[in-house]
């Protein structure tokens, strides 16, 4: 065990789980590439959604952050005016598409989804929310009774009363022998039967338009649309948790949520907006946001390094088209992923834009494969390529690379992966 390990473990909870048998001390990045302590390069396709969304060590953010660390101020009280939060708060308003929008910063996305479930029980006098079964949301007590997945409920304690919508589990076997257009239909009657049991003034609906730490579980496009259709009959709101999927992550759309012709009453946001600097937030109907009657839930979103850092990466996406770059190479890695479909371990691969995943199986009895999965992470690693992993059962390979991926690299990031993948299954099929 490296010197570093022991003492992580001494002191730092044994909840928070590392990565790899020998845990990665990462000490340097550039471009899409990161350098490890022992002097090891990994092509980064984990980057996107965990810190990097525009890749490592990036000028014009470095500058932005530089300048304002240079005028001696890394955080005013928010009773103060600060010129970068309005500043960034117009660019997210207009860009979000909401109707007379406002913005509310926060240092994370677990804080961004607090204030929306906030805002949207107190805007409609309820307790009761809707959410996603197998859905991440946050690990606060707010977020984490919205979490549907099992593997990360740190609590079962609620302040709300949640009930679970199918929708993100097209794959199930039950549902595998029907059309989307049929599948729809059996969540909106989903839906329609939870809201029969529920009293009249459900808060809203939280849901992630692709499921991230649930393993990238897609719902067909028309999905939310239908959903919508039946929450406006009620007044329900919908929030739509855009952590993973927003800034043209998804290729087809600047919000994931719009690949369903949707447009929330909110969306949240956060960790790839920094580029690695806490920053996240909430963007909402105005009449919304003004209605609650104190601060969100914390003072301390959106500081002034931070929201440097945002301002840059930000315009750095716009000005750089990437939504555009992820709708170009997206479908590049996919193509030279598809054939690992064809092999014993692998129950399915799937994506869109820059996000993508392989589900990794039993040979034998088809069953999700969390060890397969593991032992694919490994060899990712000995070849030079960071992934990431998740869904339901862990088996799940999960990829986001930085939306300023390059051809070249995807190329080799795929090609890794694919390598990985066929030497695991040569072994265990
Ligand atoms: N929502 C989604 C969809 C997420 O993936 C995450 C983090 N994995 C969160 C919310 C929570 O964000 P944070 O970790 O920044 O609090």
Redesign the pocket.
């Known amino acids: 065990m490296s010197e570093l390990l022991a003492r992580h473990r001494a002191v730092m909870p044994s909840w928070l789980a590392l990565y790899y048998e020998t845990p990665i001390e990462i000490v340097s990045g550039k471009g899409n590439r990161v350098v490890d302590a022992d002097g090891n390069t990994y092509l980064d396709f984990f980057a996107g959604?965990?810190t990097n969304m525009i890749g490592y060590d990036v000028a014009e953010v470095r500058d932005a952050v530089e300048a304002q660390l240079a005028r001696g101020v890394v955080h005013t009280s928010t009773l103060y005016l600060l010129r970068g939060q309005v500043e960034l708060a117009e660019k997210i308003a207009r860009l979000s598409g909401i109707p007379d929008a406002k913005v509310f910063f926060t240092?994370?996305?677990?804080?961004?989804?607090e204030t929306a479930l906030l805002l949207a029980t107190h805007a409609r006098g309820s307790d009761q929310v809707l959410a996603m079964r197998n859905?991440?949301?946050?690990?606060?007590y707010g977020?984490i009774a919205v979490t549907g997945n099992r593997g990360w409920k740190n609590s079962s304690l609620s302040p709300l009363n949640v009930h679970y919508l199918h929708g993100t589990d097209r794959a199930h076997p039950a549902f595998a022998h029907l059309s989307d257009a049929e599948y729809v239909d059996v969540c909106v009657a989903d839906l329609r039967e939870v809201l029969s049991t529920t009293a009249p003034d459900v808060a809203c609906l939280i849901a992630?338009p692709i499921?991230?730490?649930g393993g990238f579980a897609m719902p067909p496009d028309g999905l939310y649309a239908a959903y919508k259709e039946v929450l406006d009959e009620q007044g329900i709101l919908f929030v739509s948790?855009?952590?993973?999927?927003g800034w043209g992550r998804t290729g087809t759309s600047f919000w994931g949520i719009g690949n369903h012709g949707v447009t929330p009453d909110m969306m949240?946001f956060?960790?790839g907006l920094g580029n690695g600097f806490?920053v996240?937030g909430l963007v909402a109907r105005g009449d919304l946001m003004d209605a609650l009657p104190a601060n969100g839930v914390s003072t301390f979103g959106g500081n002034p390094v931070a929201t440097a850092a945002a301002n840059a990466v930000l315009d750095y996406v716009l000005d750089h088209d990437l939504q555009a770059n992820a709708a170009r190479l997206g479908p590049v890695v996919l193509e030279r992923l598809a054939p690992l479909t064809g092999l014993s371990t692998v129950g399915a691969v799937r994506g869109r834009g820059l996000m993508f995943a392989v589900d990794m199986v039993d040979p034998a009895s088809g069953a999700p494969s969390p060890t397969l999965a593991a032992a694919v992470l490994e060899k990712t690693r000995e070849l030079g390529l960071l992934v990431g992993k998740g869904g339901l059962h862990g088996h799940t390979l999960r990829m986001a690379p930085p939306l300023t991926l390059t051809a070249e690299e995807a190329e080799e990031g795929a090609g890794i992966l694919v390598e990985a993948v066929t030497s695991v299954d040569s072994t265990a099929a």
Request: charged residues 20%; proline residues 0%; glycine residues 14%.
């Open positions: 959604i965990v240092n994370s996305g677990t804080e961004a989804n859905s991440y949301h946050g690990r606060s977020t992630e499921q991230g730490v948790d855009e952590v993973q999927t949240t956060a960790k806490a996240g």
